[in-house]
């Protein structure tokens, strides 16, 4: 497509369940990035993807966070059990490499609320 | 490690001042650094960036020099526009330890007319 897409735009959850969060990347870009952006706070780093492995996945925060991503596609972003401190946007990003030095594009976001 | 700070805001101006959004880094090597713009409602965008020592990266009349004997990366507008209300963050991805960006926690812009 001809941006990152992201769905849904706004999800809200009740404490306790599950939630899966969308990521259509540009086509072609082989590197796919999650990020959360709570409020106040800076963005920070998920997972990254390559292809369809993921190579670093060491901002998931805990064990309730999962992700995968299939086709060399469409990623989703799973949070288990979800708390109220899951609240915050998740952003996607996708670039052409492994080392983006021409920058990532972005999703518009998914802001999740858990009540 | 590989960190970035930008200055807290949020930032005021009326329109046509002049804008400086402070940022400074750290990290190993030559990172290359950058500038992301978030409006209202949006994603992030990337407004400029800066693979190496006193590079210039410059667009839509937003310029940021990366400074290494200062490590950093200021973001600098002669004139804004009410256009330019958002939020600014800056980040730097650093090739020698991985391929994720690291971001400020960012600056709210507000540009009132």
């Known amino acids: 497509g001809a941006g990152v897409s992201q769905s849904p735009s706004n999800k809200v959850t009740e404490k306790g369940k599950d939630v899966e969060l969308r990521c259509d990347p540009i086509?072609?870009?082989?590197?796919l990035y999650w990020y959360r952006q709570s409020l106040g706070q800076g963005l920070e780093f998920l997972i990254y993807?390559?292809?369809?492995?993921?190579?670093?996945k060491s901002g998931l925060p805990s064990d309730r966070f999962s992700a995968e991503r299939t086709g060399g596609s469409v990623s989703t972003l799973t949070i288990q059990r979800t708390q109220q401190e899951d609240s915050a946007v998740y952003l996607c990003?996708?670039?052409?490499?492994?080392?983006?030095?021409?920058?990532?594009?972005f999703g518009s976001g998914t802001r999740l609320t858990v009540v | 490690g590989n960190s970035v700070t930008q200055m807290e805001g949020p930032v005021t101006l009326s329109e046509e001042a002049f804008l400086t959004i402070n940022c400074t880094y750290t990290?190993?090597?030559?990172?290359?650094l950058f500038w992301y713009v978030q409006y209202p409602g949006e994603g992030l965008q990337l407004l400029l960036k800066?693979?190496?020592?006193?590079d210039k990266g410059s667009n839509k009349g937003f310029e940021a020099t990366y400074r290494k004997e200062t490590t950093s990366f200021h973001l600098e507008k002669g004139s804004v526009q009410v256009s330019d209300s958002a939020v600014y963050f800056c980040?730097?991805?650093?090739?020698?330890?991985?391929?994720?960006?690291?971001f400020g926690t960012g600056t709210s812009l507000t540009v009132i007319p």
């Open positions: 990003a996708s670039s052409l490499a492994s080392h983006p030095t021409n920058g990532y594009t």
């Open positions: 086509s072609g870009h082989t590197a």
């Open positions: 993807f390559q292809g369809n492995s993921a190579p670093d």
């Open positions: 990290a190993t090597g030559y990172p290359s």
């Open positions: 800066a693979t190496k020592a006193d």
């Open positions: 980040a730097l991805i650093n090739a020698n330890t991985g391929n994720q960006f690291y």
